[in-house]
């Protein structure tokens, strides 16, 4: 755009910018010069996230040019104070950066882009951490916010066990038992899809929100990400299972963007990533979350309230669960049936959570906890929040960086979720259909090893010890070597 055009369009914002109104007239004003003193920029799949932080606030004006695609961020009488060549662009759509001085003063950026972008930007006033910031978001129109999205065939198996399970739901509520069975036979007289179960693994914070920090400097986002990474892994390694991460590199996610992106991911269970930090330093050890009660009342509320959400409620990404075709009574009874199962299955793998947590790590608290964080409140997905560990102290900052208790930690969570769902498996799973076929997924026998310990052999197999015991009518944690075990 030439600089006349560039005239026009600010002169035009003059009720927002009386300074350039007076420019425009041609009156000289004196203007204060704003330093940008630092840039940061975020990578996500869908898009990039460019922060510039200013020693106060500026006009800016943010505008696209093809051939070739660039974009072009004005800042009104600011200075550049800062070497844009540290930027790490890669994972970006971003090839270049380059700036200048307009000739009406003024600092212009241009970013020369290798794909059709869509600017979004806003300003933040200063706040404890940061000064001044202009942020401008580059979205990637029809990307995926995961890395690795669901493929459209598993994503119309789920479709189809939604909208069964839906159609359950409602005849219960409508009461009309006989209703359901008739769905649950159409539904398993199909030939079996044998689907993997989805898992959204949410690391918490990212990029500008680096959550709690350590003593020794250690950022809650970048351990989450770590322990979250080998969670998924431990997932993928399992056949019957698939995971996916909410945010795969150091950017943020907001909160209710998660729960979204686990909703078109089709994740059958959703876990969050944390590390707790208090003013002391002495307190240590796990805890577990679900919503608590009174935050699902208020998000039944808030679900019911948004009217034009209605096509996305409980699970219906493409509108198999609208409910409003229903008269309001019959979606209260729907949404509270739909949420106290969700909740009770979330309570009910957080025990399996704690239990293994407890394994390799002290507890905070022995029992699930339950409070209304935004990310538990799908109604319709069963969702944790585990708080790994406390950052804030000493001990444990050191042992959360530590790649092997990361391990310890990601396999906890695993093996707890893995065991609700060997228990519980939902109807098109391929762990439903092995146990239909009368075998566990992890093979129906082991035989004991020299040094294996019955928390050891339950942990392998994904299954608590108590589980193992019944299975095997023990009465006694002891193992013999060459014992044959059940595995249930
Ligand atoms: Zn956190």
Redesign the pocket.
Known sequence: MALGGLHRVLCRRWVRWPLTVLGCLGIAVPAQAVDVDNMRLWSAPDHVRLVFDMSGPVNANVFTLDDPDRVVIDLDGADLDFDVDALDLDDSAIDAVRTGVRESGGLRVVLDVNRRVVPQSFTLAPNEQYSDRLVVDLEYPGESAVKDPIDPIEAMIRDQEIAAQRAKTEAVAEGKPEQAEEVAATVEAQPHPKRDIIIAVDP??GGEDP??SGPGGTH?KDVVLQIARKVKARFDQTPGFKAFLTRDSDYYVGLRQRTLIARQQKADFFVSI??DAVRSSQPFGSSVYALSQHGASSETARWLAVNENQSDLIGGVDGNLSLDDKDEVLRGVLLDLTMTATMNDSLATGSQVIDQLGRVNKLHKSSVEQAAFVVLKSPDIPSLLVETGFISNPREERALKSSSHQAELAQAIYAGIVAHFRQHPPPSSLLAWQRDQGRGGAGDEYRVQPGDTLSQVAASHSISMKALKQANGMDTDILRVGQVLTIP
Request: glycine letters at 28%; hydrophobic letters at 30%; zero cysteines.
């Open positions: 918490g914070h959550g709690a809650e944390h590390a």
